[in-house]
């Protein structure tokens, strides 16, 4: 069985391995409060032991998909986590893309059309004007087609048809429920839209951005002004638009201060830390005001719904339910921003699920600036509680990084971005060259957008490189100041956790 990103194996390492034996690693899941973990468990009857291998599986998942994306081109057909765990799997069209996949330790499965054909059949249908009974079409790996949910099979067809596709490629899934925005609620945190009849809108905080927030389009137009609960001016929407997106941003005044945080109406709040979209059957909460924290997975992705006032493209569903007032809600898997909630297909009272608005494209959109937990520096704090840090303040292309006490100084301050790179006194943390094998070492060098660069920190604590699909370690188990690091294959011992402070 293939060892997965983060779970803690019982006996020794690889042969050779400068990781000198995996200690037994606490039943806590590493760097996520408990009311987090209760939600999971509650609505994934996950289990600690179990969360932690959830949210391993989930950042390998993302680093074998932006991997596969570049390098298989039109032989590939998506990437997703299947249910009830086990292996990765990744559809490919030809037997040679099989074998490259093989080689990662994921599952290949060998379908028909690729992600990219299936995508364009897809787009075939964004062009035409669906009627009510269609709710919703998206590309499906899983089942390699071209998925339609409709309440009327007949009106998916004659759709399919209208729009050039071939019966052959789509699949109709029956949907008694229409989806409709879910209105008036919470994401983060509560805000008004006065209506100028005495009465409000209420909808929520997606994300903190540099001057102000993300939100729901169909929660305010371009130009409205929006107060917190307690009737303070909040600020107005500084752009706005729905449908054909739904997507919005809110510029505050100077009395509010943004912060990198989302409710967990639990009393705490989850730290956000960037913007790495999540593949599907990854895991993934949101949040709102009137149901709370919800967990589920990411269903599908780039879906198109028709809420019946007009298409829009570009979508995505998750798992977890939704009611009426969660709308512009924060949508976030691990510490990473996914989107903003947008609708509902059902209620929690019938097992339903929720819509979402990437978040990537609302922030390229109007060139707005996520707001995370790097936003000033933080401190990476590791084994022994040693901080990792640039070697005597040496911000130089190629020097090596090491733990050391942590002393709050510049060497030890460090900002995710939403590109997936790591930086410090404006330089990125770097795989050399590239090379994925164990003991590589891992380096500061000039920021140049290469997969070598980019990281993810997992739920479960392991700061993973996207290009090797391999975890920071701390070079043999040594907690001494000055010790090395290097990328070593994840096996979840304390040697590879890592939490921001």
């Excluded at 050039?164 to 209105?183: C, M, Y």
């Amino acid at each position: 069985m293939t060892a997965l990103a983060g779970v803690a194996l019982v006996g020794a390492p690889p042969a050779g391995a400068e990781s000198s034996g995996t200690p037994p690693v606490s039943s806590e899941t590493a760097g996520m409060p408990p009311e987090q973990a209760a939600a999971f468990e509650r609505d994934l009857g996950l289990g600690p032991d179990e969360l932690r291998a959830r949210l391993a599986l989930d950042a390998r998942a993302a680093a074998l998909e932006e991997r596969f994306v570049s390098s298989l081109g039109d032989e590939y057909g998506g990437t997703w986590v299947p249910d009830g765990g086990g292996d990765v799997r990744v559809a490919v069209t030809s037997s040679a893309a099989a074998g490259v996949v093989g080689e990662t330790g994921a599952r290949a499965v060998v379908v028909r059309y690729g992600l990219d054909e299936l995508t364009r059949w897809k787009e075939a249908l964004d062009g035409v004007e669906a009627p009510r009974a269609v709710h919703a079409w998206y590309a499906d790996p899983e089942e390699n087609a071209l998925v339609i949910e409709a309440a009327d099979a007949d009106a998916a067809h004659a759709l399919a048809e209208k729009a050039g596709v071939p019966s052959g490629v789509v699949r109709v899934e029956r949907s008694d429920t229409a989806p409709v925005p879910a209105r008036d609620i919470v994401g983060g945190n509560e805000f008004h839209r006065p209506t100028g009849d005495g009465y409000v809108t209420l909808c929520s905080v997606g994300f903190a951005v540099a001057g102000g927030f993300v939100t729901a389009g169909h929660c305010g137009s371009t130009g409205d002004a929006v107060n917190a609960p307690d009737g303070a001016a909040l600020g107005s929407y500084a752009g706005s638009q729905f449908p054909g997106h739904d997507w919005a941003w809110v510029r505050t005044n100077g009395d509010w201060t943004s912060r990198p945080a989302v409710n967990d109406y639990a009393g705490g709040t989850v730290a956000v830390a960037g913007s790495n979209e999540m593949p599907i059957g990854a895991s993934v909460c949101r949040s709102g005001r009137t149901s709370g924290w919800r967990c589920g997975v990411i269903q599908e992705k780039n879906v198109t719904i028709n809420y019946g006032s007009g298409d829009i493209p570009g979508m995505a569903t998750g798992s977890a339910c939704a009611e009426g007032g969660d709308s512009g809600g924060s949508v976030i898997s691990g510490d990473q921003a996914q989107g903003v909630t947008s609708g509902r297909i059902g209620d929690c009272a019938s097992n339903g699920r929720f819509i979402y608005q990437p978040i990537n494209p609302i922030l390229a959109n109007y060139g707005l600036s996520l707001t995370t937990t790097g936003g000033g520096g933080r401190e990476i704090v590791g084994y022994e509680g040693k901080c990792i840090d640039v070697p005597g303040s040496n911000f130089s292309d190629g020097v090596p990084l090491q733990i050391w006490t942590c002393n709050g100084t510049a060497a030890q301050r460090w900002t995710f971005a939403s590109d997936g790179t790591v930086r410090a006194g404006g330089l990125c943390m770097d795989l050399a060259w590239g090379d994925s094998t164990n003991g590589t070492t891992v380096q500061i060098v000039n920021c140049n957008g290469n997969i070598a660069q980019q990281w993810v920190l997992s739920g479960a604590g392991d700061l993973v490189s996207i290009a090797a699909d391999k975890c920071v370690d701390v070079q043999g188990w040594n907690g001494d100041d000055g010790t090395k690091l290097v990328i070593w294959e994840c096996h979840g011992g304390a040697n590879q956790k890592w939490w921001l402070r």
